[in-house]
Each structure stands twice: as structure tokens, then as C-alpha cells.
């Protein structure tokens, strides 16, 4: 009791700051849940056989909750999807090193992306930490240029019918499809005619400069590795799962056997 008094209060002096806030919680939780279930077990078919029947449950629901985890996107996360800098063409789209592009200059079977479309939002995101910052950096400030237009190819078809069995049918083929084709994307922007702003007045609208070059920033989207960390679990979990319960039905096979010659020898004698 002594013992026990004595680590309730080590464990009250603590400062709870929150990395060790962190780990105490994941090791009562660990030990409540966890060990409380042992606990039973050992007490009724001995410890050696009820921890192994309780790690096999624990395999057993990590992997239901990490293939929970991998159908939606949620629990431990990978890197997510994201747009990545290939290629800036200052110019003559014909002299890009992209196939896709130089094949079509003009862009005639790229679709076009309006200011609205998320998809333009986020890869406009990429330029301006493209053209601003790092080894591509090309202004000072996204105030020093233009956004003119954007563009896309590639990717996973979009929804066209938006009646109800279109919007049904475009969720089952979706779903259905593994593969998903390179998405290219390409925002152009142009230098902003220089402005002076007028004292106690807001900073006028930068107004691209037609006299300077187009300078199109081509980009690849990066799928990343969202679901791999519970793709990982769910699949590592499942190995364990059937090893155990593989252990387990080789135990109680060798059980039977035993207690078959058991009743032989009885008869015998």
C-alpha cells in the first residue's frame, strides 16, 4: 500500500507538460484496456494461453480500425497530395521539355481552369512559393506579377452527369478505379506593370504587363502517401491475426490429440 501511495504522488508532482501528458495517457490507456483483458484471461485459461488469445484479439482490432483508418483517409497520415514544380517555360510553349506540351502548344486539348476551380486555387498556391522563394525564385513578391490563366490534363475523369444515376454511376466507377492517370497542370502568370501607390490610399490592382514575356509554370501532381500509414497497419495487423489464430488452432489440435491418447491409454489399462 506504502508502494502504491508512493507512486500515486510521483506520478501527481509531475509536471504535465504535453509530451509527457502524452505518453502517460498511452500507457494507462495501454494498461487498463489492454491489461485488464489479459487479466481476465489468465485468471480463467492461465497466462501463457490468455495472452495469447489477447494479443490475437488486439491484432484482430487493429486491424478492423486500421482498415477503417485506410478506407477514409483517417489516423496516422503519410504526406498528402500536392502539386510539384517540373518545368518553367518563359515563352514559346513549343520549347517546353514536356512532351504533353510541346506536342500542343497551343494547348487546344488541355481544358481550361477558371479563378474558381479548387484544383487552380491550390497549384496557384505552388507558384507563388515557387516564383518567390528558393532556387526557381523569379519576384520578390506575388504582388510583382500576374496570374493570366490556368490549365489542366490528366487525372481522374470529372463529374459531367449531374443527374442522380450520373452522380451513382460516377461514385461506382470511381471507386472501382485503381489507377490513377498523371495529372499535369499549368499556371501562367506575367510580370505586373509597375505602379507607385498613393499615400493614404489602398494599393492599387497589379495589372499585367503586356509587353513581358508569358511564364508558365508547368507542374505533375503528386498523389503522396496519405493512406500508407494505415495501409501498413491494416496489412501488418492481418499477418499477425492469422498467425496467432494459426497458433491457436495448431494448440488446440495438439490438446486434442493429447486427450485422445489420454482416453486410449485409460481404456487400455
Not at 80 to 93: A, R
Not at 133 to 143: H, K, V, Y
Not at 235 to 249: N, R
Request: proline letters at 6%.
Amino acid at each position: 500500500m506504502t508502494t502504491l501511495t508512493t507512486l500515486a504522488m510521483t506520478f501527481a508532482g509531475i509536471s504535465w507538460k504535453p509530451e509527457i501528458r502524452g505518453v502517460l495517457t498511452v500507457a494507462v490507456a495501454v494498461a487498463i484496456l489492454c491489461g485488464s483483458v489479459y487479466l481476465l484471461l489468465a485468471t480463467n485459461v492461465g497466462s501463457r494461453l490468455g495472452f495469447l488469445v489477447a494479443l490475437t484479439a488486439l491484432t484482430g482490432w487493429m486491424a478492423c480500425l486500421g482498415a477503417v483508418w485506410w478506407m477514409y483517409g483517417q489516423g496516422p497520415q503519410g504526406q498528402i497530395g500536392s502539386w510539384k514544380v517540373i518545368e518553367i517555360n518563359e515563352g514559346d510553349l513549343g520549347q517546353a521539355q514536356l512532351e504533353e506540351i510541346s506536342s500542343d502548344p497551343d494547348l487546344t486539348e488541355w481544358e481550361e481552369l477558371p479563378e474558381s476551380d479548387p484544383d487552380r486555387a491550390e497549384a496557384q498556391a505552388t507558384v507563388d512559393a515557387a516564383l518567390t522563394s528558393g532556387d526557381t525564385a523569379r519576384f520578390e513578391a506575388t504582388t510583382d506579377y500576374v496570374s493570366i490563366d490556368g490549365w489542366a490534363i490528366g487525372g481522374k475523369p470529372k463529374l459531367e452527369d449531374r443527374s442522380a444515376l450520373g452522380r451513382v454511376w460516377y461514385t461506382i466507377t470511381d471507386a472501382a478505379r485503381i489507377t490513377h492517370p498523371t495529372h499535369y497542370a499549368i499556371v501562367q502568370v506575367q510580370p505586373a506593370i509597375e505602379t507607385q501607390a498613393i499615400p493614404g490610399q489602398a494599393p492599387p490592382t497589379p495589372t499585367a504587363d503586356p509587353s513581358e514575356p508569358v511564364i508558365s509554370v508547368i507542374m505533375v501532381r503528386d498523389l503522396g502517401e496519405k493512406r500508407l500509414p494505415a495501409a501498413i497497419v491494416t496489412v501488418s495487423s492481418l499477418i499477425l491475426f492469422l498467425v496467432l489464430c494459426y497458433m491457436l488452432h495448431r494448440r488446440d489440435k495438439l490438446l486434442n490429440e493429447h486427450l485422445e491418447d489420454a482416453k486410449l491409454a485409460k481404456a487400455g489399462a
